[in-house]
Structure formats: C-alpha cells, structure tokens
C-alpha cells in the first residue's frame, strides 16, 4: 500500500496548449524516463485550458499563452518563480497534399489566395482568434461568407482541409501542422504567413502553486536551454 501511495503522489499531470505538443510530449516523456516520475500529459487550445483552470481543474504544471499565465499568476493559481518561456509560434498556410501550393509571399498574394479558396479553415484557439480578425482587417469575412469553416482544434484544421481536397486552405500553427503531416495526414504546407500580417504566439510553463517539487522540476525542464533544442526541431523558435 505504501509503495502505491508513493507511485500516486509522485505521478504529475501536465495540461498544455496544443501547439507546443510534440515537444511538450517528448520533454515529458524523457523527464518520466530519468526520474521515475509518471507523467499524464493532456492537450487542449488555450481557451479550453483557461476554462478547465477556471472550473478547478487540477494540474501540477500547466502551458499557455503569457495572456492566460497572468490570469493564472493574478489568482495565485502558479508560482512564479517556476515560470518561463517555452518557445514562440509562427503560422502557416496549409493546403491538400495534391493541391497546388498558392502564392502567400505578401499580404496581397495571400488575399488573393484566400479569395479563390473553395473554404478556408481555422479553429476556435488563440490563433484562430487572430484569424477571425485578420479576416475581418483584410476585408474578406463578408467576402467568404460561407467558405469561411471553424473547427475545434489545430488537427481539425489538417483533417478538415485534407477531407475537403485541393481549393481547401488552412491556417494553423505551423508546429501543429507538422505534427498531423508526421501522422500521414494529406496536406501540406505552403509556407508562413507574410511577415506583414504574421502572428507570432508565445507560449509559457509554470508549476502550480501547491505542486510537489517533481513539478516545479519539470516545469524548469520545459524552459532550459537543452529544451528550445527540442521545440526548436519541431517549429517552436
């Protein structure tokens, strides 16, 4: 029973915005592999994190934008002195596998291409809102009108463009796009956004407040140098 007890308290739950995923899931597991330390890793878009933290969810080391850790941070919710940065998120555009990649190489290029998309895919997370109004600046909310589909998740974006086929564009972190071409997914990506309307996202790790130390440790982990090695291969700068 004892060493039961000590395999529960020792096991750490790390809830992390998906964009960050592979190398969020890779640290972790070589973490849990060096220490001992079991680690459940659950991914979700910030929104949903923030919500989930909101209700009272618990976790021991939480991900998110620097928007959502002040949230966390202003309601004693981390501590601070565990907190750092993960790495930073560019976006791209994605089309079908078979598809001819549409020129994105400035602001004007890629309205037009968006223009001519037979649907245009992004989802409900951080970068999603940013799409809504990048649309809305562009002038080409009204202009799609129905082309115009919303998704749940970064993957969602991936499937959806590959069921619907060549015309399909979406607009995802490039992070998460890699990782659903890793997966085999049928699509793959043009290229950034233009630097002129590019959307740069940010991401942060902390423990928990009341989080053993394995946590604290863990959380310093996903911040360290040898870290952004990791995140670095996966499209996280």
Known sequence: MASNEKRADS????????????????????????????????FAPVPEVRKRVAAGESADVLVATPAAMDEFAAQGGIAPDTRGC??????????????DAPDVSDSAAFTRALEAATAVIYNKAS???YTAKLLERLGLKEALGSRIVVVDTGAAIMETVATKGP????LAQISEVMV??????????????PDAIQ?????DVAATARAQE?????????????AKKIFAATGIS
Request: charged share 20%; proline share 1%.
């Open 167 to 170: 015309g399909a564009i979406g």
């Open 11 to 42: 096991a750490l739950k790390l809830l992390s915005a998906g964009a960050v995923k592979r190398g969020v899931a890779k640290i972790a597991q070589d973490f849990e592999r060096e220490t001992g330390t079991r680690v459940t890793v659950e």
């Open 86 to 99: 993960v790495g930073r998120s560019r976006m791209g555009v994605v089309v079908h596998a078979n598809a």
């Open 127 to 129: 970068s999603g809102l």
């Open 180 to 193: 659903l071409i890793d997966k085999g997914c049928a699509v793959k990506l043009v290229g950034p956004l």
């Open 199 to 203: 959307n740069i996202t940010t991401y």
């Open 214 to 226: 394995a946590a604290r440790a863990l959380a310093k982990r996903l911040s360290s140098d040898a």
